[in-house]
């Protein structure tokens, strides 16, 4: 089994390219960007550096049809797994950015694998849960590229699947993202300045979220179908910034409301897990209280 991962050094893609190298009979592939390609040493995070000797790495640019093309026919892959995508932490990018990385990256992946090499048996493209709403330009350009996902499964019947990632957080993350930051404040002893946090967000840790795309990997998905990574419950953005102080124990507060709410947010998102399981056999296995001691602890 071949397996090529777009955005393998980010937070998703480096816990799940060793849980990957780690299946039987599996080679894997992953794609750096082509300024990369003159160095001895490819800037890899510490997870991607431990198994270097174990991947092959491909070079390229998803904004590039020819450079994608070149890099799916030396990687050859069987299965792709699109992470690649700017904008997760910095969702208020500009337009064109978004619409160059995540529009017309997506597309010209999907056309390099099943136009140009024919190979490819399956392709698991990586969403997010504020596609629906499309509230910023991340979640829009995420989105349009999904309309065009499934425009070629109508079309072309080509199998292309979703993987749908709800609020996932644990190691690793950037601190860019709510969890680590507060985490951060609360081992440190601080206040922590937030917005009224009514949100209700589905909380996934990491490694049920990669766990749930490697089972997609041949499973007899329907083309176009996405599948829905969360735990099908929800907690509210304050009640998980609440919780984190808890654990940790120590000095400093959440300081709920001090903060101006973004307009237009969506006030409730939840994954589908029965849906999910129906078509894979997946389900979450860590609860948000031990997820967010695992990541307390890594971040200490």
């Excluded at 071949?2 to 039987?24: D, K, N, W």
């Excluded at 350009?141 to 999904?146: D, Y």
């Excluded at 599948?227 to 940790?248: D, F, H, M, P, Q």
Aim: aromatic share 6%; hydrophobic share 45%.
């Amino acid at each position: 089994m071949r397996i090529l991962v777009t955005g393998a050094t980010g937070f998703i893609g480096s816990h799940l390219v060793p849980l990957l190298v780690g299946l039987p009979h599996t080679a894997v592939s992953i794609l750096a960007l082509e300024s990369f390609s003159h160095l001895d040493i490819s800037p890899l995070p510490p997870s991607l550096a431990a198994i270097r000797d174990r991947l092959h790495i491909v070079y390229g640019d998803l904004r590039n049809f020819r450079l994608t093309v070149r890099a799916l026919q030396e990687a050859e892959p069987d299965y792709i797994i699109h992470l690649a995508a700017v904008g997760v932490t910095n969702p208020f990018m500009e337009i064109d950015t978004a619409l160059r990385h995540n529009l017309n990256g997506t597309i010209n992946l999907i056309r390099a694998a099943f136009e140009k090499t024919g190979a490819t048996k399956q392709l698991i493209v990586a969403r997010t849960s504020g596609e629906p709403g499309s509230m910023n330009v991340y979640a829009a350009s995420k989105a349009a590229a999904w309309n065009f996902c499934q425009m070629f499964t109508r079309t072309q019947g080509w199998p292309i699947h979703g993987a749908m990632i709800f609020q996932a957080y644990g190691p690793g993350q950037s601190e860019r993202n709510l969890i680590p930051t507060a985490v951060r404040a609360a081992l440190a002893g601080q206040d922590f300045p937030m917005t009224a946090g009514t949100q209700e967000r589905d909380w996934i840790f990491v490694t049920d979220v990669v766990t749930g795309i490697a089972v997609m990997l041949d499973k007899p998905i329907p083309p176009g179908e996405t599948i829905e990574l969360g735990t099908g419950e929800t907690v509210s953005v304050a009640n998980v910034v609440r919780l984190i102080y808890k654990l940790v124990n120590g000095a400093g507060e959440p300081r709920i409301g001090t903060l101006p709410s973004r307009p237009g947010e969506e006030q409730r998102q939840v994954a589908n897990v029965a849906h999910a399981y129906h078509l894979t056999g997946w389900k979450t296995a860590v609860s948000l209280n031990d997820g967010l001691h695992q990541t307390i602890e890594g971040m200490k």
